[in-house]
């Protein structure tokens, strides 16, 4: 790390550690550590709407003004380590999500008499990636379950995780969802409806195989009177060409990784929103397309079924079945809006909802708290 990096490392952890001893004396609660880039960062806003839509004073690490200024993953490492154990006295609940680092120090915590708060976004399984995990993926399941299952309560984002996680796992978890900033949305509607809609089924992922783009590939092949557009980290076309020796129809665009903005806008404009995925948690991009109206198509499988529920709200399709994905596409694309997954998402999967469910718990916790 040089002497610019490291400069640059040591006045964001100063900024974030001053804000932590403002808090100091009071309840307060602290969320981290996520880190998004481009279009990915599905966690990072999850925490962000908790800091935004919390009644409690909520403390987020890195901090939206510091999140950026950190651009190396050796920075960002030295950070969790530098600003972790300040964080201990400083907050009276933690609430890990994902990263490893941020689990161990709530852990920490929790033996220093701090309540401690997890909740399970997702777990890495090999069969999704090709048989294999990366050091990085086993470290991250090894600290979900055999830390994270230690808090004082365990949240799961998704029923079928939650049952996997009891069944496999001996972890009791309750099921509090994933959800969506439905005024985000709503301002994006608002800024693009003077534009030209755009006749376009969208494919919002990554090129990684859980999200089996390939089959999204496969089926416009099967529409080519339909146009195809593609988002996400990976999704060019060299990219996928090379990864999965397949060529990429002219009716489909790799548009490669855009911004959250910039996803949301297309979103906003498309006609169908497919997704693919092998397994989701709760997937963030389904609601945020629900809350916008639009039709969506998911397989019928773990995750995505969760949020569309019934074809009242969405179409599901056989999982690994084409011919069917290729139907609902078609049934999907001819359908304007669906007010439906709109309400459904305003009721069941909007934060001012959620965040109200994740209140209820700081405020027990808190209560019976003996330290602050």
Not at 215 to 227: C, T
Not at 287 to 307: F, I, T
């Amino acid at each position: 790390m040089g002497l610019k990096s490291k400069y640059r490392q040591w006045r964001v952890a100063r900024a974030d550690n001053d804000r932590a001893k403002s808090m100091q004396g009071r309840q307060s609660v602290a969320l981290g550590f996520a880190w998004r880039a481009a279009n990915i960062g599905g966690v990072r806003r999850h925490l962000e709407c908790i800091e935004k839509y919390s009644q409690h004073a909520v403390a987020l690490y890195p901090s939206t003004p510091s999140h950026d200024f950190l651009k190396t993953r050796d920075e960002r490492s030295q950070y969790h380590a530098d600003l972790g154990d300040p964080l201990i006295d400083r907050h009276s609940l933690f609430h890990s999500h994902v990263d490893p680092d941020f689990i161990a120090i709530a852990q920490r915590a929790q033996q220093a008499g701090k309540a401690w708060v997890h909740t399970y976004h997702a777990l890495y399984f090999a069969e999704d990636y090709g048989g294999k995990l990366k050091a990085w993926q086993e470290k991250t399941n090894h600290a979900l379950l055999n830390h994270a299952a230690k808090a004082d309560v365990r949240i799961c984002v998704s029923p079928w995780l939650a049952g996997y996680l009891l069944d496999q796992h001996r972890i009791e978890t309750v099921v509090i969802p994933n959800a969506v900033d439905v005024s985000f949305c709503d301002g994006i509607r608002a800024k693009t409806q003077d534009g030209a809609r755009i006749n376009t089924v969208v494919f919002v992922g990554s090129n990684d195989e859980v999200k089996n783009p390939s089959a999204f590939i496969e089926v416009a092949r099967r529409l080519p009177e339909l146009q195809f557009s593609m988002v996400g980290t990976g999704l060019t076309r060299g990219n996928f060409e090379e990864r999965y020796c397949v060529e990429v129809p002219l009716n489909v665009q790799p548009l490669g990784p855009l911004s959250h903005e910039a996803t949301l806008e297309l979103l906003s404009r498309c006609s169908t929103l497919v997704m693919t995925s092998h397994r989701e948690g709760l997937p963030t991009v389904l609601l945020e397309a629900m809350a916008m109206e639009k039709p969506c198509v998911a397989p019928r499988s773990y995750g995505c079924a969760d949020v569309i529920g019934s074809e009242e709200f969405g179409f599901l399709y056989e999982p690994n079945n084409l011919e069917d994905l290729k139907c609902k596409i078609g049934q999907s694309v001819k359908l304007g809006r669906m007010p439906r997954a709109r309400r459904r998402v305003v009721d069941s999967f909007s934060w001012p909802v959620v965040a109200k469910q994740l209140d209820d718990i700081y405020s027990g916790l808190l209560s019976s708290s003996t330290r602050f």
